[in-house]
């Protein structure tokens, strides 16, 4: 199981993982936050770029931040993290 910290930029021009900030992982999503939109495209991100089904991704806290935690079912933490970042 990994725990993740995210920090996630709504409405950008394209969805993709755009690094990493003060210990967060960056993901832009050209969704907008309204009615969970980002949210759900930022586990579909994850859950593609991991490699693991979408069920599999879920968020932990920060439903309605930018800031979020976001756990990933079957991955190791730091695993997980260098594929995000790789």
Known sequence: MAD?????QPRAKRTEVAG???GAIVIRVSA???EG???EAVCKLIAKRLGVPA??????????GRDKVVRVDGMDGEAARAALLG
Do not use: D, F
């Not at 599999?56 to 439903?63: H, K």
């Open 4 to 8: 993740l910290a995210i920090r996630v």
């Open 37 to 39: 939109k980002a949210n």
């Open 20 to 22: 990493e900030r003060e």
């Open 55 to 64: 069920r599999a991704v879920r968020i932990l806290r920060g439903e309605t």
């Open 32 to 34: 907008p936050p309204v």
